[in-house]
C-alpha cells in the first residue's frame, strides 16, 4: 500500500503537495479581509501544528496591496490580479502570500500591520523575510506602510504609486524598489518623483533605493511584474537583520515583462478553503428581495473642499474620464461639497 501511495504521488505530486488559498472576514478588530495563500507542503496554521505534534520550518510572507479597482467588499476581487493570480497562473511561489482588501479609500498601515500581525501569530512564518508588493492604490500602500513599519519590511516593492505618509525617513531604512512609467496617465509618475525626492531630504545618498522610470510605459502594463518570478527572486534576497544592504544586480525588461504570461507553466488549481469569520451581508428590501451592497454599485468618494476631478482619480489610481463615465458627468462640471462620487 505505502509503495502504492509513493508511486501516486510521484505521479500526481499535487496529491501529496497542497497549495490553500483561505479568506478571512473580520476576525482582525481595526483591519481589512484578507487572503491568505499557504504555500505547497505546509500546514494551515500554527494551531494545527501544535495539536498534530509537528514543525516546519518557516516561510517567506508576501504581503500584497490592491489598487483601486479591486477596491469593495467582495474578496474574489482581489484575485482579478496580483500575486495570488499570478500563483493561479503557474507561478512557483514558496511563500505565504497575504492579501487583504480595501474597501474604498487610502489603503491604512495600522490595519494592514494588524493583519500581518494576526498571519504570524497563526502561521509559520518568517518574520525576518516578510515582503510588500503593490500598484497604483497599492503602490501608495506600499510606501505609506514600509515608512510606518520599516522594523517589519525586509523589501518592498511600489509600482505605479506614490505615498501619502508624514514622514519619509523611514523609507531609507529598508531596501525600496519604485517603479513607474513615464507615459502613466492615471497616476503620474511625479508621484513617484515626489517620494524619491522626499527621501533624499532624509538622506541625500538614498541608500537602499532603486528607482526605475519605465520610459513610454503606462499605467496597466507595468502589473505584468506581479508575474514573473525575477521580482520575487529581487524580493527574497533580502532580509532584516544586519546592515540591510540592496541588491542591485537585478534591473526590469519591458522584454521579460512582455513574455511575462506565457512564461508561467500551468498548475494544479488551488484548494479554496471555507472562509473564517462573518461574511459581509446584504441588507433586504421589505419584499425580501436583496438590496445591492455599497461593494456591488462601486466604491463612493464624498466630496470635500479641494476636491477636483483631476485629484480624486489621483487618489484611487484611475482617470477623469473613468470617473466622468462611472458619474454621467463632463470634465468641466463643477463638483460640489458633499457630492456622491462613484470612482469603480
Keep these: 500500500m505505502r509503495k502504492c501511495l509513493i508511486l501516486l504521488s510521484l505521479l500526481f505530486p499535487w496529491l501529496a503537495i497542497a497549495q490553500e488559498l483561505e479568506p478571512f472576514y473580520g476576525v482582525v478588530p481595526n483591519g481589512y479581509d484578507f487572503w491568505i495563500y499557504t504555500p505547497p507542503a505546509h500546514s494551515t496554521s500554527i494551531d494545527t501544528l501544535r495539536l498534530e505534534g509537528q514543525q516546519l520550518s518557516p516561510k517567506p510572507l508576501v504581503l500584497f496591496l490592491h489598487g483601486a479597482s479591486l477596491c469593495g467588499r467582495d474578496l474574489s476581487r482581489v484575485r482579478r490580479y496580483g500575486v495570488i493570480h499570478a500563483i493561479q497562473m503557474g507561478l512557483d511561489l514558496d511563500a505565504y502570500v497575504l492579501a487583504p482588501q480595501d474597501p474604498g479609500g487610502a ?48 523589501a518592498a516593492m511600489a509600482i505605479c504609486g506614490g505615498g501619502n505618509p508624514k514622514e519619509y525617513c523611514g523609507l531609507n531604512e529598508l531596501p525600496l524598489w519604485i517603479i513607474h512609467g513615464t507615459a502613466d496617465k492615471q497616476v503620474s ?9 522626499a527621501m533624499r531630504n532624509c538622506d541625500e545618498t538614498l541608500p537602499r533605493l532603486l528607482f526605475t522610470e519605465l520610459q513610454g510605459i503606462n499605467h496597466t502594463f507595468p502589473a505584468r511584474l506581479f508575474y514573473l518570478e525575477s521580482t520575487y527572486q529581487w524580493l527574497f534576497e533580502h532580509r532584516l537583520g544586519g546592515e540591510r544592504m540592496v541588491n542591485r544586480d537585478y534591473s526590469v525588461s519591458t522584454a521579460d515583462m512582455h513574455k511575462a504570461y506565457h512564461m508561467l507553466r500551468k498548475r494544479t488549481p488551488i484548494k479554496v478553503k471555507t472562509g473564517k469569520g462573518n461574511k459581509p451581508s446584504s441588507a433586504t428590501t421589505k419584499d425580501g428581495t436583496q438590496k445591492k451592497s455599497s461593494a456591488a454599485s462601486g466604491t463612493i468618494h464624498r466630496v470635500r473642499k479641494g476636491d477636483t476631478l483631476s485629484k480624486i482619480a489621483q487618489q484611487y489610481g484611475t482617470t477623469v474620464g473613468r470617473l466622468c463615465e462611472l458619474n454621467g458627468i463632463s470634465r468641466t462640471s463643477i463638483l460640489q461639497i458633499g457630492q456622491r462620487i462613484r470612482v469603480n
Excluded at 516578510?130 to 525586509?154: E, K, N, Q
Excluded at 509618475?189 to 525626492?197: D, W
Aim: hydrophobic share 35%; charged share 15%; net charge positive.
Design 189 to 197: 509618475i511625479n508621484s513617484s518623483r515626489k517620494v524619491v525626492n
Design 107 to 154: 489603503w491604512k498601515p495600522e490595519k494592514i500591520n494588524n493583519c500581518l500581525s494576526y498571519a504570524v501569530s497563526h502561521y509559520p512564518i518568517d518574520t525576518t523575510r516578510v515582503y510588500v508588493i503593490g500598484m497604483s492604490l497599492g503602490g501608495f500602500g506600499t510606501i505609506d506602510f514600509s515608512a510606518a513599519y520599516p522594523h517589519r519590511v525586509a
